[in-house]
């Protein structure tokens, strides 16, 4: 059996013996001794090198972080990757091919990453310049498919994990670090490859022409949203005048792209985020938090879904030519009129029951989803209902999903898209870019199975998703497992009541998103009898902790209207 190099391990006493074996895998060979002092259950990083073997403790058992690496192993999730895969970024490390003579030179733009706080695999850069009626938007997507091939160890890999997934406090790689924080992350002060979409986008934010060209960048800094928007507003300063008025030409080409996309009738989430993230507290326990997006979130955005809808056309032009590309497009179905009805009845309701004037109605024949949402009232009084209608109409929106067939993506008001901006994330980033590389030589490399390779691709895609927000689910039961475990730690008459917004409502059971912390509880009716099931969306209620359902596994809450 061959030794793995790296590999995610779990303490088990044995009488007088203690080891580390593979967490993750069956292979007894992934076994080492380990400390007597660690305690059973204890996950450890080990590596082995030339110089020996190192064991590091990263969760003791009881924490959240153990709880979530077990999580991620009842999902058949690795973080370490196999031997054969590791030898192949060796050599792309020891010969990463910065000196490839086809790339065009782009070093000397004034490219920069915009990214949220702690992010190390960077995607994407930017540079922007001013055009006469507009802007040239030079975007550079990590070259990730150069790297990782079809036919490769590499490659195999990222197929059978399908994506990067992310929890609080912890990430489970497609790639192996060394590439996705590595050779192939955009990371400041150094070259890279990628691919460079040349982007001009008119005075009223629709592109009119775009080039793709492979090429070796090299960016100027690594930026946080909220450093960007300090750059903006005049808060914070950097000392490169040519970056700084990149940043500014963001602001402007954002600002067009948003108005662009209320024409399109886009329905816009409400800006908020929640963020689930492990404290630096002894307990490592949970802390939820909630954050409005930031102006630079939102015009960051914009470029990325129009890096995907070029992209995208890109690969639609290409595949009139059955042996040149083999596309893969992101779809999205519109909401059927039906569904529109009943949510225009169901805010109707909303309309009376909080006394709401007119304003508040909405009618699908005079006026788009998008613009009402668009302007319901982000403060005040009314706010919680504002909140609850832009839930329900996230909800009328049917997933997304991936497929071999050109097709309009509704939720972001476009003729056609394709994951072009994730390539280090997702199998199938690599896929389109490889297949973009090939619309661009125009010879492509075709290899024997690409049709069933496509088609593999989708499949895992797709199931990827899913897989994700099955890890979401997990993740957020732990959230509301530590904190109405410690509720139920207070005798019954002691327990506190948590403020929230009724989202929804079905037969027996209310959906409530809490204030603090900003958490999703579900309230079943049936679990506390008498109790009222008089509420409705926008309502406000106190919830409060009765018991917990050891046969059903969930928590019973008794909630009060107020």
Known sequence: MTQRPHFIGIVVHDGPDTWVRDAFTD???????????????????????????????????????????????????????????LAEVAAWVAAPGLDDESLVDKTALPWCTIDGPGTRDLDQALCIEADPDGWRVHYAIADAAYYVRPGTALFAEALRRGASYYLPGLSVPMLPRELSEGLVSLNPGADRRALVMSMYVDSSGACAATTFQRARIHSRAQLEFGQVQGILDGSEQ??????????????????????AASERDVIGHRHEEIRVELDDGSDLGFVVLAELRNDVERYSEQLSLLCNIEGARLLRESARDE????????????????????????IADAVLRHNLDDSWRWSPARESLGSYIARLPVDGP???????????????????????????????????????????????????????????????ARIDGEDEL?????????????????????????????????????????????????????????????????????????????????????????????????????????????
């Not at 690496?69 to 196999?82: F, I, Q, S, W």
């Not at 839930?391 to 097709?407: D, E, H, K, W, Y």
């Open 454 to 562: 496509r088609d593999r691709v989708i499949e895992q895609a797709n199931r990827a998703r899913d897989r994700q927000r099955r890890l979401t689910h997990g993740a957020n039961l732990l959230v509301l497992d530590r904190l109405f475990g410690g509720d139920a730690r207070h005798p019954r008459e002691a327990r506190p009541f948590r403020r929230g917004t009724v989202m929804g409502v079905t037969a027996g059971k209310v959906y409530v998103r809490l204030d603090n912390p900003p958490v999703d509880v579900k309230v079943y009716l049936d679990d506390s009898p008498g109790q009222s099931g008089d509420v409705g969306i926008g309502d406000a209620v106190d919830v409060t902790l009765v018991d917990f359902d050891h046969r059903r596994k969930r928590w019973l809450l008794r909630m009060q209207a107020l």
């Open 27 to 85: 292979d007894v060979a992934d076994t080492v001794a380990g400390d007597p002092n660690w305690a059973d259950g204890t996950f450890v990083d080990v590596r082995r090198t030339a110089a020996g073997i190192a064991a590091v403790p990263i969760a003791t058992p009881g924490t959240p972080r153990a709880e979530l690496l077990a999580l991620v192993r009842d999902h058949g999730l690795d973080p370490a990757h196999p031997p054969p895969v």
């Open 323 to 346: 042996a040149l590309v083999q596309p893969i497009y992101r779809v999205h179905d519109a909401p059927d009129a039906a569904r529109l009805r009943e949510l225009a009845t169901l």
């Open 238 to 259: 950097i000392a490169d005048p040519a970056l700084v008025a990149s940043l500014r030409r963001l602001r402007e080409v954002g600002e067009a792209r948003l108005r």
């Open 382 to 444: 009314s706010s919680r209902v504002a909140r609850a209608i832009a839930r329900q109409a996230i909800l009328v929106n049917a997933r997304s999903s991936f497929t071999a067939t050109a097709g309009p993506h509704f939720g972001i008001g476009a003729e056609v898209s394709a994951r072009f901006s994730a390539p280090m994330r997702e199998v199938v980033g690599v896929f389109v870019h490889d297949q973009a590389w090939e619309a661009i030589s125009g010879a492509p």
